[in-house]
Nanobody, 126 residues
Framework: VQLQASGGGSVQPGGSLRLSCVVS????????MGWWRQSPGKEREFVAA????????LYKDSVKGRFAISRDNAKNTMYLQMNNLKPVDTAGYYC????????????????????WGKGTQVTVSS
């Protein structure tokens, strides 16, 4: 399975972006998925995750109420709607996935994620 993230860009503080992650090779419905981010000199950190069903989600505390993760299995695509962006959100954003039978399981542990896409850069600056 391959993952391709897109939708990054440069915005001012308070702006919005929507990231997309397209799954190819297999149907995305078989995978729980998530978004991670990494800035230069910093460790990769969890941002948000969504279960196979799309009904269960998990967020990093600092993005709760600003970011929304969703998925459309018919389009083999996962999304991250990012609102009220802050300079601290500046990072490369990566989508990741793992195959699991439980359609409701969701996790922020990086050890569960087997497949990673290339990142898309998000820069928040005035």
């Amino acid at each position: 399975v391959q993952l391709q993230a897109s939708g990054g860009g440069s915005v001012q503080p308070g702006g919005s972006l929507r990231l997309s992650c397209v799954v190819s090779g297999r149907t995305s419905a078989s995978y729980a998925m998530g978004w991670w981010r990494q800035s230069p000199g910093k460790e990769r950190e969890f941002v948000a995750a969504v279960a196979r069903s799309g009904e269960n989600t998990l967020y990093k505390d600092s993005v709760k109420g600003r970011f929304a993760i969703s998925r459309d299995n018919a389009k083999n695509t996962m999304y991250l709607q990012m609102n009220n962006l802050k300079p601290v959100d500046t990072a490369g954003y990566y989508c990741a996935a793992y195959e699991i039978a439980d359609i409701h399981f969701v996790t922020d542990s990086p050890f569960n994620y087997d497949y990673w896409g290339k990142g898309t850069q998000v820069t928040v600056s005035s």
